[in-house]
């Protein structure tokens, strides 16, 4: 009932429970154990069944992850492996992912809210309808400061399974077409703050594809509704409720560990396209590649971007491989020095956890933002964080419910495998060069 929850702006008594979950320390939940699909022993994901996502897809690829549960943050994944039919061992992606803050500053300059780590995000776990998760499997998580302490098992992990239309097509000769629909491996939970409910999506692709997103829904604050001249939007009848508007920054922390090793490389592409030169039919682009040696800033730009190299896994056409961060569509906004840029590449440290009012003691001075973080060390094992902002001014359509708007990204393989991992036989020698035969 919209009675018995807590607007933020009334919420300043979290503020205390947080402090106690630093005390604590993150703890993980721990559920009952849950009948995962069969796998191959010697395959399965380093830890207990309960932990255990495991999911072959009917194009025959495996994802395989652990998952554990804290406050903050909410649902957190480690070692996620990918493997693709034609290879004979999972390829390890990530070492560990999960949200590093949500920060919500309202454009009257009032209230500016740090989600994840202020208003203890991972303890907001709602139970999900088992029609919320279709033809999967809720798990029950054991919620570190539950916002209900009677009650902290919350049925709130949703691992299922969607299609996701073509994965490929191609007419060959005559009427043969080959063509296939891609499927992907859903994990997601609900977790609400204030009046939103923030749904954390984590979409695991039979192409090796990762998307993250975060949809938020629920209410706006009612609390928001007089902002002045261009600071909200008429929502009610005529001219009387001003919806404040904000911005939703979300934050991202990935841990990357291709191949299994942390020892990673980032690498920046960027390609500058020039008009004709004289006797050239076209305008030219040429693509540079930087290694990024050190920490960085990065700031999203035409034509650039990023990826992630294993320092020793190769495909079988003898490629290094790679994930490429893949944008989203994103506002950035300027106000914080934290959320002034799209990607930070930091070395990796144990208690740099979350993007912005980090709580983990770091030493004295220490600073509390990832942008701080960036202070020229050489990168040996990179940690990757990805900021996706969203201006939200509200329209009469977020009442009521408020319709769910997503903000995030993907993470797409560049030479995990030789071929499209999901080739059909018969077009398994169509591999570089074609052969004419002659
Ligand atoms: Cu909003």
Request: include cysteine; proline fraction near 6%.
């Amino acid at each position: 009932m919209r009675v018995t929850r807590m607007s933020r702006t009334h919420k300043g008594a979290a503020v205390g429970l947080s402090l106690a979950a630093l005390a604590a320390g993150a703890t993980a939940g721990a559920g009952p154990a849950v009948a995962q699909p069969k796998a191959a022993p010697a395959a399965a994901a380093d830890c207990s069944a309960a932990y255990r996502i495991e999911q072959k897809l009917s194009t025959g690829t495996t994802w395989r992850m652990c998952w554990r549960y804290e406050a903050k943050s909410g649902l957190v994944l480690e070692k996620v492996t990918y493997q693709p039919p034609g290879e004979t061992k999972p390829i390890r992606v990530l070492t560990s992912a999960k949200l590093a803050q949500i920060h919500v500053p309202y454009d009257d300059g009032k209230n500016e809210y740090n989600d994840i780590t202020d208003y203890n995000f991972g303890s907001g776990l709602v139970n999900l309808a088992p029609a919320e998760c279709p033809g999967g499997t809720i798990k029950t998580v054991k919620v570190p400061q539950a916002m209900d302490p009677q009650h902290p098992d919350v049925k709130g992990l949703c691992t299922t399974t969607r299609s996701r239309g073509h994965a490929y097509r191609m007419q060959a000769e005559g009427t043969k077409v080959y063509q296939a629909q891609g499927k992907d491996l859903l994990v997601y939970t609900v977790n609400q703050v204030g009046w939103y409910e923030y749904m954390t999506e984590w979409r695991f692709s039979d192409d090796g594809t990762v998307n993250m997103n975060v949809g938020a829904t629920g209410s706006l604050s009612p609390f928001d509704y007089d902002a002045g001249d261009g600071r909200g939007w008429p929502i009610g009848k005529g001219a009387t409720s001003y919806a404040t508007s904000h911005s939703h920054n979300v934050f991202w922390r990935l841990d990357f560990g291709l191949d299994g090793s942390s020892a990673n490389k980032i690498e920046q592409y960027d390609s500058v396209v020039s008009p004709p030169a004289s006797g050239q039919q076209g305008p030219t682009n040429k693509t540079t590649r930087t290694p990024v040696t050190k920490e960085l800033a990065g700031d999203a730009k035409n034509m650039r971007w990023w990826r992630v190299v294993s320092s020793i896994g190769k495909n079988k056409d003898g490629h290094a491989r790679s994930y490429e961060l893949v944008p989203g569509a994103t506002t950035k906004y300027s106000g914080r020095g934290f959320t002034r840029h799209d990607v930070y590449f930091t070395e990796y440290n144990k208690c740099e956890m979350y993007a912005s009012n980090n709580p983990l003691s770091c030493g004295t001075g220490h600073p509390k933002t990832v942008d701080k973080w960036v202070n020229g060390q050489t990168l040996k094992h990179p940690v990757a964080w990805v900021n996706v902002g969203f201006h939200h001014i509200a329209r009469d359509e977020d009442q009521q419910p408020m319709p769910v708007h997503w903000q995030g990204f993907s993470i797409a393989p560049r030479d995990v495998t030789a071929m499209n991992p999901l080739t059909p036989s018969a077009l398994k020698g169509e591999n570089g060069r074609p052969d004419t035969g002659s």
